[in-house]
């Protein structure tokens, strides 16, 4: 009788064993199906954007297609290649797995099979180098472009400088513009595009156009963009460059060659001078800002009390030297490299989800009083440091790299977005 428990304990022992291997040969299965579970879950959360500002799979002018041409059949390679990867690891890890068995007889010295495993991938990689290379060349000639715009970057927003050549004179440029944050083109296009930089390497890029090129300090890189149809397309710097790098947007607006003549005449105007008796609310705001902004900010018509211009002089405030033209802020509809919104909600909406066909005379209809998001304006006037982090102590010459709390009332921030509504 004693012997029994003994028999038990062992046919239990035996079955433990036994349920222990089967529960071995589970495990692989059930990593297999939890990791591709994590792969298609992070694959859904990836394809969650609506609207994908960025997307690089939807190209929208020349440049942006022969990137897409390129891509494509390199992903559809490089996925078939990867499947098959998979599956004869999986199936080796299967069906090798060690049991105590052999070691399986060893492939080495068949020459060849080692030479087919050698060709194929080479033959993949070569014809994947040429059409690489190809695209890359075509991307880089921008002979015969017809239109030069000068991008400079600075931390951390990007300048758009249209200088006066016989390409851009076609176009009505017949003295220089200067803007910011967003890069006003024509449709069917090719724009040349000479990008540098005042401080740190930046990085412009904006995907439905084309590609993304470094602007660095001391050198001059062309780049090229093209929109197919009218459109508000998005970009980011894609180098980090400090402190408020997430926040150094751009934004291209491709709009038909009729409405982008438009808005070059407009830019081409100086803003209004208000006389120094005029006490309306906007000669306020003129004064307002002459006082306290102008050190800075340039604005193109602006008078000094006694009737000279005024001279910005961002050189001796700004480690970068520059700082935005304001002289048509309200003709934008982002502030602060592009990072918020002149716009309200509504309206911004309304601009950005317009069609082809309308976009251009929505965007020339430019920011007035009652599409302004006045109060965020009001808070970046209030405190910018707090908006957009920026480094607020001065060099050894006292100069910032961003715009500083400049301590206004709220009576003088009240007055100075009255005038700025004006520069149309």
Known sequence: ??????????????????????????????????????????????SCSKNSPQDTWKPKGENAQKIDDLQRPVFLVAG???????????YAVMRFRDR??????????????????????FVILATIGVFTARS?????????????????????????DYPVTPANQKWGIEKPIVTSG??????????????????????YWIPALNGKKDAVPGRVHENKLQADKPGYYSGQCTEFCGLSHANMRQWAIALDPPEFAKWVENQQRDAVAYAEDDTSPEAEGYRAFRQNCSRCHQVNG???????????????????????????????????????????????DRLVKAASDQLGAIYLEG???????????????RNAPEMKPMYVKPDEQGRLRGMPNLGLSEAQIDSIVTYLQTLK
Request: glycine share 6%.
């Open 136 to 160: 890359i060349v075509d991307l880089a000639d921008t002979d015969g472009c017809e239109m030069t715009v000068n991008v400079t970057g600075q931390q951390w927003w990007w300048e758009y």
């Open 367 to 381: 920011v007035d009083s009652k599409c302004l998001n006045r109060q965020q304006l009001e808070q970046w006037l």
């Open 100 to 121: 105590g068995q052999p070691i399986p007889k060893q492939t080495h010295g068949k020459p060849a099979l080692e030479i087919v495993l050698t060709i194929i991938p």
């Open 302 to 348: 602006m008078q000094n009390a006694d009737g000279t211009p005024t001279i910005a002089a961002p050189e001796n405030n700004i480690v970068a030297g520059a700082v935005p033209n304001l002289t048509h802020l309200m003709s934008r509809s982002r502030f602060a490299g592009a990072t918020f919104q002149l716009l309200n909600n509504d309206c911004n």
């Open 182 to 203: 967003e890069l006003v083109i024509p449709t069917g296009t090719c724009v040349l595009l000479r990008e540098t930089s005042r401080d740190v390497i930046h990085s």
């Open 1 to 46: 009788m004693s012997s029994l428990p003994d028999m038990n304990h062992e046919d239990h022992a035996m079955n433990d064993h036994e349920e222990s291997a089967v529960s071995r040969t589970k495990r692989p299965w059930r990593r297999a199906v939890s990791a591709v579970g994590l792969l298609a879950g992070m694959a859904f959360l990836a």
């Open 80 to 90: 078939i290649v990867g499947v098959l990867v998979v599956i004869a690891v999986g």
